[in-house]
């Protein structure tokens, strides 16, 4: 067996002599035999086709050793001096395997492209994102600096949304030697004639079904709890327990804690494998209870470093159960021995259909870990009626048996809605191949500017490019007349123009506007943010707000953050609106404009409108006003504050990639001139509350800009380390204190005193106190302030000492006294503990 799953060492050495395909064989066999290990038949036809030039069509299961054919068509082509291009289908992939990559042939031979990070760009070997290759081949076609791509997951080209990218460059890059891997291909046959034809090149396919670890599947209609218990006894753990949905992921886990799945030393174990890791409050403290269970969770929408947790407990064989989404079929760093399916139906977002038999490939593959077990096991369950039923049915039989009375049993029906399965649908799926890949084509705006401003005929090409395309005819038809119909808007706005004759560069119709170089590569919008930024107030006391709402107007959606503030809104409408008096229909009718918040609106998206005559490619990229970092700021709540209040925990790690994104745009962005004292506040503070929730973001982030200078474990991916202590970044720390304080404030303004209570009841402030201890101020006062007044720094006064502050946050009361103040402890160490402010209220008194 021989694989990429160790980091290995041996190739970042001389490259084997240019012309000679046997020196390239030899060093990848000493790097394999070195290791122990030996090449499997596939491996060694797949390496002799690959080092040989052919293009490559690779089809083995899962763990069957793909990523070291990758590695060696890399090593070939370095040795002939050729660049090569290693695509993945999300960042993630991709920034692992930059550090695998890294490691195995040197820093300096391999780059980095995804549109939010370039490391050493004009490396031999590239990792990237499939949409990154594909808008280079858009831009140069066959003269693309590109002379091999590696695909992993090809399978991806039949994607409706994202396959165009795995299409373009197989379309454009006629010159390049093509790898395309994939554990679920299917028939190929049209890719291997066609990619023979446009480049004449031969074109290999190596097959094969042998799996290193062979699979075993199996249909039950029993209870799921009956059904672990039985692997668990029979040595089936790790079970990897597959939902469709994240909440049903959770809820399972929920279920299961109440099974006795480790004894006193397991969990004893799992104990010191914590140790003093920091579960936050919300999901984490639900997660910390699953795992000292043996019951681990795994999905995108937990914090990565909950998801790192659950893999290493996994690797260490710590976790008998994990209950997860399909996303282990696009790759999980976590060993499985058992995949247990409860569903062979889900929901695409568009409708709830049966699993396809590429999906269920995709997902059983990966049971059973080469080098550890014998075998892998696929387990399938019945829908629940049908295993109820058969339970009815088994009773039945029998008191049948026992008493010789037949009793009828009446059957249970599929929930009204559902798309129901049975063994009849397992038997077709384990029997199936992959459904043939079927093409998927998108001609937009970015497109069109890309293949018009490379040299030669631009038209001529697009259109060679659509009619060589793999779509039907009718499609092809239908993207010739959207292409035409792009081409007039980009005419009409003065964008493209056409010539009399031939240019310098044999171009007839030429783009008039200057791309920048990383064109459709990274976030379209920000030029649009910078030139927003001209429109902005720099005297308004809201002006360093305001900038955050122009980057995340172009920002992508946290559409979970979205929904929430959504009903927060309709809910406190229809509070306002009974109050009014108005009726049912009228409060409907208005209930239909309530959305999230959207500051500047009215400001950006006239503007938008103007930009888009002048840039129409933006066209595919919406704009998007929204308001989460600065609600977060506005309303003083730090991460958990957040998703307690809006209800996120199951989201979490959506919310954070959010804000992690906010901070890098506010850095990368906004130019230094516009970087006001109170925006590098806000900043700071935005930055250190993401760091000190999950260092990863931006660790990764800083080690993709700087790799040199960051520590890497085996060189695959940054270590993870704590954060560094909350208060060593005294701006931020000083920011979160001001938040901490100013949180209190909003919330007495709106009397809410149970939310007061959640806060500080712990140390004695419950909700009945605070009523108590507010009583004689409302009664002199009436309210509270918390406009940007209100909110000054000069307002809280701070008393340093090196254990703690002492702090006093003066009330902004109507007749402008200032003369209460609520009085605070900020534990040093304890925040440090935390990564949050910590706060102690000591009294809410007159100065």
């Known amino acids: 067996m021989a694989d990429l799953d160790v980091t290995p060492a041996g190739l970042s050495g001389p490259l084997p002599p240019a ?39 690779l089809s083995t299961p899962t763990g069957s050793g793909k990523s070291l054919v990758a590695a060696a068509a890399h090593l070939a082509a370095l040795a002939e001096g050729r660049r090569t291009f290693y695509t993945a289908p999300i960042k993630a992939l991709v920034s692992e395997k930059f550090f695998e990559l890294s490691a195995t042939f040197g820093r300096d ?70 790898v395309l891997m994939s554990a679920t291909l299917g028939d ?106 043996g019951v681990g969770v795994h999905h995108a929408g937990m914090l990565p470093r909950y998801r790192r947790l659950v893999e290493r407990l996994a690797q260490a064989g710590l976790l008998k159960v994990i209950c997860g989404t399909d996303t282990l079929g696009v790759g999980i760093n976590v060993p499985i021995r058992t995949v247990l399916l409860t569903s062979l139906s889900k929901y695409d977002g568009t409708s709830t259909r049966l699993l396809s038999a590429r999906e269920f490939h995709q997902i059983g593959g990966r049971a059973g870990r080469a080098g550890f077990d014998t075998q892998g096991t696929v387990v399938v369950m019945a829908p629940e009626h049908a295993i109820e039923n058969a339970k009815a049915e088994a009773k039945a039989a029998a008191r049948t048996e026992k008493d010789g009375k037949r009793r009828k049993v009446t059957k249970k029906k599929p929930p009204e ?67 035409a119909e792009i081409e007039r808007a980009l005419l009409d706005g003065g964008v493209i123009e056409e010539l009399d004759e031939p240019d310098e560069q044999g171009r007839t119709v030429r783009v008039t506007v200057e791309l920048q170089p990383s064109f459709a590569l990274d976030q379209p919008l920000s030029p649009f943010a910078v030139a927003a930024l001209d429109l902005l107030d720099p005297e308004s006391p809201t002006h360093a707000l305001d900038v955050v709402s ?24 229809i509070g306002r609106m009974k109050a009014e008096g ?56 730090g991460f958990g504050d957040l998703i ?134 409302l009664a002199e006062h009436g309210t509270v302030g918390i406009d940007a007044d209100a909110r000054s720094a000069a307002l809280l006064l701070v008393d340093e000492h090196p254990d703690r502050w002492e702090v006093q946050q003066v009330l902004a009361d109507p007749e402008g006294d200032h003369d209460w103040r609520i009085h605070a402890t900020v534990d040093l160490a304890a925040s440090d503990a935390e990564g949050e402010v910590v706060v102690r209220v000591g009294d809410v008194a007159p100065l």
Not at 587 to 600: D, F, G, I, K, S
Not at 740 to 764: C, I, K, P, S
């Open 644 to 777: 307690r209040h809006h209800q996120l925990a199951r989201v979490e790690g959506i919310v954070l990639r959010y804000l992690s994104s906010a901070y890098r745009a506010l850095v990368r962005t906004v130019p230094e001139d516009a970087k006001t004292e109170e925006l590098v506040d806000i900043t700071e503070w935005l930055g250190e509350l993401v760091r000190q929730t999950d260092s990863s973001l931006l660790d990764e982030w800083e080690a993709l800009r700087h790799p040199d200078e960051v520590a890497t474990d085996g060189g695959r991916e940054p270590v993870d380390v704590p954060p560094p202590p909350f208060t060593a970044n005294r701006r931020a720390f000083t920011v979160a204190v001001r938040n901490a304080l100013f949180r209190r404030v909003e919330l007495l303004a709106a009397q809410r005193w149970t939310a007061l209570g959640d806060l500080d009841g712990d140390d004695g402030w419950t909700p009945e106190r605070w009523h108590e201890a507010m009583g004689p101020y």
């Open 188 to 293: 190929t046959t049209r890719y291997e004639e066609d990619l023979e034809a446009r480049t004449g090149r031969p074109v290999a396919v190596v097959r094969s079904g042998t799996r290193p670890v062979p699979l075993v599947h199996e249909f039950r209609v029993d209870p799921l709890t009956e059904v672990l218990q039985e692997l668990l006894e029979t040595g089936g753990a790790p079970v990897y327990v597959v939902h469709f949905t994240q909440a049903g992921a959770a809820e399972r886990a929920q279920a299961l804690t109440s099974l006795k799945l480790c004894t006193r030393e397991e969990k004893d174990a799992i104990a010191e494998a914590i140790g003093d890791f920091r579960f936050s409050a919300g999901f984490g403290r639900t997660l910390a209870k699953f795992v000292r269970h």
């Open 19 to 57: 012309g000679d395909p046997e020196a390239v064989i030899d060093a990848v066999v000493a790097w394999v035999e070195g290791r122990g290990m030996a090449l499997y038949p596939a491996q060694e036809e797949a390496l002799l086709e690959v080092v040989g030039g052919a293009h490559l069509i």
């Open 109 to 178: 031979r391999v780059g980095m492209l995804t549109g939010d990070a370039a490391v050493n760009a004009d490396a031999p070997l590239i990792c990237c994102t499939a949409e990154v290759l594909a808008n280079m081949a858009l831009r140069w076609g066959r003269h693309a600096p590109v002379d091999q791509v590696v695909m992993d997951e090809f399978h991806y080209i039949a994607d409706p949304d994202r396959g165009w990218a795995w299409q373009v460059p197989l379309l454009e890059l006629v010159d390049a030697q093509h």
């Open 550 to 573: 122009v980057v995340e107007a172009v920002l992508d959606d946290p559409r979970p953050v979205l929904q929430a503030q959504a009903r927060a809104a309709r809910g406190e409408a």
């Open 417 to 483: 809605g559902t798309v129901s399965w049975g063994r009849p649908t397992f038997d077709r799926l384990v029997a199936a191949d992959p459904e043939p890949l079927t093409s998927s084509l998108a001609v937009t705006h970015s497109m069109l500017i890309n293949v018009l401003d490379r040299p030669g005929d631009g038209r001529a090409a697009l259109r060679h490019l659509i009619r060589t395309s793999y779509e039907p005819e009718a499609l092809q038809d239908a993207h010739l007349a959207r292409a």
């Open 582 to 637: 108005l009726d049912y229909d009228q409060r409907m009718a208005e209930l239909e404009e309530v959305t999230h918040p959207r500051p500047l609106a009215d400001l950006l998206e006239p503007m938008f409108e103007v930009y888009r005559g002048n840039h129409p490619w933006v066209a595919d990229t919406p704009l998007s006003p929204k308001s989460v970092v600065r609600e977060m700021y506005e309303r003083a709540m």
